[in-house]
């Protein structure tokens, strides 16, 4: 139990273009769902925080228009790169923890950026 | 804020050997401290975690201490295998009411056959 589903699992894009990353809370309602980052060997920073029907909480100096969350439903939450840039790429991953609990987050697979 | 610290960022065993990672925290206040485990290229995977109220707790080859008093919690897998080989990760949460998780700088093990 307790699977998000995170695609793509990878993307190539183009300096300018945005890119959308969606995760999906398959067999549990995720109320609230929280975006990390992580460089290569380096350990995963939070980006912000979703929480369905309401704006996402953005960690300090993460920028809330670069970086669009949207949490539609209880089963969904996207972020979208805008106008992406080569300092852009990197490993990005979704994290939910089963309603009910704070406890026992589950992740979801990643996705690897690039931009060209 | 809280702070996560952890050590080693490499460790190297031998099959069949123990491994020990250790991990502070810096905010009385957080009450649950997971451990994630990462392969290449995938999220992590919750391995075990372990609340406030409980000093240790064990799975299997896996087990975690905590010691709240000295603000630190640790790792430890026995009888390791090649398969343990994996980046892992320990996270605090809890601190300021906030139920997000502060992850440590992780610890790169492998395990020599």
């Known amino acids: 139990g307790a699977v998000v589903s995170q695609h793509p699992s990878w993307v190539i894009c183009k300096s300018g273009t945005s890119v959308k990353i969606e995760c999906r809370s398959l067999?549990?309602?995720?109320?609230?769902m929280f975006w990390y980052r992580q460089f290569p060997k380096q350990s995963l920073m939070l980006m912000a925080t979703?929480?369905?029907?309401?704006?996402?909480?953005?960690e300090q100096g993460v920028e809330k228009d670069k970086f669009l969350i949207n949490h539609a439903s209880l089963t969904l939450s996207t972020l979208t790169v805008t106008s992406a840039h080569p300092e852009d790429s990197s490993f990005y991953i979704c994290?939910?923890?089963?309603?009910?609990?704070?406890?026992?987050?589950?992740f979801g697979s990643g996705t690897r950026l690039t931009v060209v | 804020g809280e702070n996560v610290e952890q050590h080693p960022s490499t460790l190297s065993v031998q099959e069949g050997d123990s491994a020990v990672i250790k991990c502070t925290y810096s905010?009385?206040?957080?009450?649950?401290f997971p451990w994630y485990k990462q392969e290449l290229g995938k999220g992590p995977q919750l391995i075990i975690d372990?609340?406030?109220?409980?000093g240790e707790k064990k799975d299997q080859r896996i087990a975690v201490t905590l010691n709240k008093t000295a603000k630190h919690f640790s790792l430890h897998i026995t009888e390791t295998q090649p398969e343990d080989s994996a980046v892992y990760f320990c996270?605090?949460?809890?601190?300021?009411?906030?139920?997000?998780?502060?992850f440590g700088t992780g610890t790169r093990l492998k395990v020599l056959a």
């Open positions: 994290s939910a923890p089963p309603r009910g609990t704070n406890y026992g987050y589950t």
């Open positions: 067999d549990f309602q995720a109320t609230t």
């Open positions: 979703s929480n369905e029907g309401s704006k996402a909480t953005y």
């Open positions: 905010d009385s206040a957080s009450n649950y």
């Open positions: 372990i609340r406030s109220n409980v």
């Open positions: 996270a605090a949460s809890g601190s300021s009411g906030t139920y997000k998780y502060i």
